[in-house]
């Protein structure tokens, strides 16, 4: 009774800010009160992103996560979490059918594609959300839920400020581009935990690679849930004004994280980008259990779309690296060395000593000590680790190897389990960035 209480409570609040809205008033409630006046900064690169462990809640690592974005299509997150909870308060079925007004059949792509007077059920709809991405869908569901887009919108910021999400407007329920629908990484990642601990039930539909409809097959956008280990969700956008976003939660050895990147340069680069932190992440998590004191920023070469590589922070160190910078010097050529007939004769009669043998691989594991824009920069930081530390790395074959994006990985392959742990140890013990990478 008191959950049909207090969404009905809501959905007259949601109401008022609607109307208020449309006329160019301030609603006069509370809700409305707190949500500031956002507006981006051109001058600040769109790139943002946060990673907290799902458990905590605690943010392992921040870059501008405070700053307003546009959100894309990561907006339908909230749209599907307010259909889970009409779903989970009896409200909805998922049976029910879904009808397409002329409003929403009129959004732009990416869409379903069905036409006015058509419907859909309510388990199709929100496959077609979470995976197709679909935003005359989110539209459908929005007038079904809300009576209409505008008041259904209202309602998502009022309760996202119930959730947390200080710095969040929305507008629509698609993430279409609106100047006004505003987030940042930190409330994006406030709404993933919330969506994940509040209906685990409901939680694999961002799963999905893909669901047949009608007949066909519709394939979805998340790359990551077929190319990394423990991936399973959450929500991709992108808008030219956004640049590419992602929603992004994994699990390993039973530890969950959530990470969210705004503002990629391409689906590669996000991608690429979500991987990195969140198995730099995992690897942090499990060093700190076994009581070693770090954390992502200490242990990650971040690329920025829109600038150059991103070192850790002065507080994560960034002095005692000082030894570790490349630095690029025009050092003069030596003078030529005049060699005597009688010594030249002599050098040309001995035989040059057979080249030694390198050794073989000893295992399938590596480490990796940096990302980088160019394979030059990648083999120089190779060979300044192998000069600092021999020892640890003295049997592991240097490799470059290029990802995603364009990044160049800085990697040392052929150990064992116990090799790379133990050199990677050796190397972060120096305050040096370092990622034990297993066999996939």
Known sequence: MFAKLNSARRLLVAAGLAAASLVGVAAPTVASAQIPYLQLNAAEPKYAAIVIDANSGEVLYDKRADSPRY??????????????????????????????????????????????GDSLSVDEAIRAMAVKSANDIATAMAEKLGGSESRFAALMTLRGQELGMRNTRFVNASGLPDSRQISTARDLAILSRA?????????????????????????????LLSSMEGFDGLKTGYTNASGYNLAGSAVRDGRRLIAVVLGGSSTAWRDNNMEDLLTTGFDVMRRRSHGERTSIAANLYEE?????????????????????????????????????????????SVKPAPKATPKKA????????????????????????????TKAVADAEGAVVSAAGGAFRAQFQGMTAEAARAACSAITAKRQPCMVIAPR
């Open 195 to 223: 969506t994940m601990r509040d209906f685990p039930q409901y939680y694999s539909y961002f799963s999905l690679k893909g669901f047949e409809f009608r007949g066909g097959y519709i394939r979805g956008h998340n790359r």
């Open 362 to 389: 000893k295992g399938e594991w590596s480490v990796q000590v940096g990302a980088f824009q160019s394979k030059s920069l990648a083999n120089k930081q190779l060979g300044i680790v192998r000069d600092r530390f």
């Open 71 to 116: 959100p894309a299509s990561v907006t339908k997150v909230m749209t599907l979490y307010l259909t889970f909870e009409a779903l989970s308060e009896g409200r909805l079925k998922l049976t029910d059918r879904v009808p397409i007004s002329p409003r929403a059949a009129a959004q732009a792509p990416t869409k379903m594609g069905l036409r006015p």
């Open 304 to 348: 920025d779309p829109t600038g150059p590589i991103m070192r850790p922070s002065s507080e994560e160190g960034d002095g005692d690296q000082a030894g570790l910078k490349i630095v690029l010097t025009d050092n003069p050529k030596p003078a030529p060395v005049r060699v005597s007939p009688t010594l030249k004769a002599a050098k040309e």
